[in-house]
Every structure is written in C-alpha cells, then in structure tokens.
C-alpha cells in the first residue's frame, strides 16, 4: 500500500505532523499529529510497501520482535485507510 | 510604483484606491532599495475580482487582494500571518487569534481600556511575523482588516494566545502539537509543498522561542489583565 500523493510528513518544534498540499489539501486542510514510530512507518508507506514488509523494518529498526512489529504497522496502515490516505 | 517597507521588506506596490490611499502611505519610504516583493496586481484580474466579490467596491478589492499577494509572499522571508489582533504593552507584542466574529478586537480593546494609551494596536486583524536572528517580530502592515488599526513597527512577541469565550477568565498554556493546528487554522496555508515548507521551517523557529496560550475571556476590563498576567 501506498501513501496519496500530497501528503507532507514535517517535523515542528519537536513534533511529526503530517498536513496536505495542492490538491489534496483540498480534501484534507487540517492536521495530523503522529509519534515517532508512526513518522518511521510513514515514511515506509509513503513509498509504497506492505503491511509484513513496514513490520520487518520496523522490527529491526526498533528491535522488536515481528509480531509485535505487525500489530503496530497493521494498526497504522488501518488508520491511514480510515483517513482515506492510502492510493486506491 | 512606490516602495514601502513592510515588515522589513522592501516592497514595490502599485495601487490607485482610496484604502490604500489611506494606510499605505505610513509604510513608504524614500530609499533606494532592490524590492523584495513587487505587488502590481493586473487590472484584468482586479476586474475579475470585483465581479466575484459584489460586497467588496474596486478599493476595497484593491485593498484585499494586494494584501493577499503580501502576505502569500512574505513566506519565502521567514513570515506568515496570524489571523489575529496585535497589541504592544511595555515593548512586547501578544497577538490574539480567533475565527472572525469571536472577540479578538473586542478583547485587545479591553487591553486599551485597562491600560490606557501605553497599549497600541500593532495591526487589528493580519499582523506579519517574522522570524529572525534577533528573535519572532510582530509586525503592522497596512492591511488591518476592516479598521485602519495598524502602526508602522517592530515588536518582540511575548505570547500567541487564542481567545475562547467563557464567563470567567482563564489562561493556560498549551503544548507546541496544540498551538500547529491552531496556528495553521488562523494562516494562509500555501498551495504548494515548496511553499509548506516554508511555512513550516518558519512555525518551527517561532514555536522554539514563542509560548502560545488558551485564553477563556469574557468582556470585563480583567479579561485583558489575566491576560497579560498569565503571559509573562
């Protein structure tokens, strides 16, 4: 899966926040807030990988061990899809 | 074509209504200088403009979109605008921000009120910010809304609040994730990522030295005090 194009991930003042540009801010002209785990995961959907593949580099980024690593990256690529960010 | 200083920036601005006839003026100077920025808005555009906005007369047009054309460009300087009423008090700014309609006027008039004419209006609805090597600027441009409330200067900003209404009167600091989103809400938010980032790097800066606030007021002269208070 992979991020819709638009979408800035930025850090400011210490914090990882993700706002749209172009187009897509006009769907979306807010703002999310995401911790440093989902700005890591953000970066691996943001070029397009699977849910088992974000685990693997998490896991090994964070050294975990995978399943934990599946549950925290299926839980964020669920909630990139509930926020309709995700390339049909 | 005259040039004006703005916020610190040299700005070359062509204008012929009777607005900007009024508070532009405060703004010029006579250096010799290399714009910054060259606000010459087409008069096919203005054109099209007055057509979309009947509310707005040709001056009144005039006055908004040159505004716009600033303060879209004054991002590639470090700037942004708050949608917000500024005030100096004893050599600091606090700017007030709301959406329209919630009290930011209302509350840096009761600044006035409480404590007389050592508080001014820097600029009563779009203050430039600026940040700098010397620290985050407020700055008074000529377009201030629908008043003329504006002054030509430079003011260290002390506090970024945001104003609620509430019957008794509060502040609170909140975090630098709540004062983004609140920020990026009363901003023009630019099109294009390049100019995003701009934004960004320059929110970054200001949220590093600026502490931001929550204010629930009501419309006693103590609102403006509890304000100040809880801001220094």
Request: with cysteine; charged share 25%; glycine share 6%.
């Amino acid at each position: 899966m992979k991020i819709k194009e638009g979408y800035i991930l930025r850090s400011v003042a210490g914090n990882h926040i993700v706002v749209g540009v172009g187009a897509a801010s006009v769907d979306f002209n807010g703002m999310i807030n995401i911790n440093d785990t989902g700005a890591f995961l953000w970066k691996i959907f943001e070029k397009g990988a699977s849910v088992d593949e974000a685990a693997e580099l998490m896991a090994k980024e964070y050294d975990i061990d995978i399943d934990t690593a599946k549950v925290d990256a299926e839980a964020f690529a669920e909630k990139l899809e509930a926020a309709d960010l995700i390339e049909k | 074509m005259k040039m004006h200083k703005i916020a610190d920036l040299n700005v070359l601005l062509d204008y012929h209504g009777k607005v900007l006839a009024h508070q532009a003026p405060a703004y010029e100077t006579d250096e010799k200088c290399v714009p910054d920025i060259i606000i010459d808005l087409p008069d096919e555009f203005l054109a099209e403009k007055i057509k979309e906005n009947p509310h707005l007369n040709a001056s009144e047009c005039e006055y908004v979109f040159t505004g716009a054309a600033f303060y879209n460009n004054i991002v590639k300087y470090n700037g942004f605008l708050l949608h917000s009423s500024a005030v100096e008090y004893k050599g600091n700014a606090y700017l007030f921000s709301a959406p329209s309609g919630t009290g930011k006027s209302t509350h840096t008039g009761l600044w006035q009120k409480a404590f007389g004419a050592e508080a001014r209006i820097i600029n009563d609805d779009k203050p430039a910010i600026r940040a700098t090597d010397e620290g985050v600027f407020a700055y008074g441009t000529p377009w201030s809304g629908k008043t003329d409330l504006n002054l030509n200067v430079k003011v260290p900003i002390k506090g970024i609040c945001f104003i609620e209404r509430g019957e008794k009167n509060s502040i609170r600091k909140i975090s630098t994730a709540e004062a983004i989103a609140l920020i990026l809400n009363q901003t023009l938010r630019p099109y294009t990522a390049e100019g995003m980032n701009m934004l960004l790097d320059c929110l970054d800066k200001v949220l590093r030295v600026v502490n931001v606030y929550i204010l629930t007021c009501n419309i006693s002269e103590e609102a403006a005090i509890v304000a100040y208070e809880g801001m220094q």
